[in-house]
Nanobody, 113 residues
Framework: QVQLVESGGGLVQPGESLRLSCAAS????????FAWYRQVPGKQREWVAS???????TYADSVRGRFTISRDNAKNTIYLQMNSLKPEDTAVYFC???????WGQGTQVTVSS
């Protein structure tokens, strides 16, 4: 059974940075692609970034140039480095494993002064 456990969320001020982590188990990590999504209450879940099995990254226009998705195959972990955070980045961030359509439980990111 696939398990995805996010961590690293928190409260930061505009312009600051956070790094989210997603630890994966129950999946052949090296051979799977992953993504980060985010969701604000009352709105649809929004795609943020994806990373392929060979670490090719793609980004939503709203975060390109500020966020970086990466993977560490030795640690079975996906990361989302978020820089220059804005209040509109406030959301619950979810890790997603594409092959099994599996989601993590989410981690809250709040950007506020």
């Amino acid at each position: 059974q696939v398990q995805l456990v996010e961590s690293g969320g928190g409260l930061v001020q505009p312009g600051e940075s956070l790094r989210l982590s997603c630890a994966a188990s129950g999946v052949p990590f090296n051979y799977r692609a992953f993504a980060w999504y985010r969701q604000v209450p009352g709105k649809q879940r929004e795609w943020v970034a994806s990373i392929s099995t060979v670490a090719i990254a793609t980004y939503a226009d709203s975060v390109r140039g500020r966020f970086t998705i990466s993977r560490d195959n030795a640690k079975n972990t996906i990361y989302l480095q978020m820089n220059s955070l804005k209040p509109e980045d406030t959301a619950v961030y979810f890790c997603y494993e594409i092959g099994s359509n599996s989601w993590g439980q989410g981690t809250q990111v709040t950007v506020s002064s």
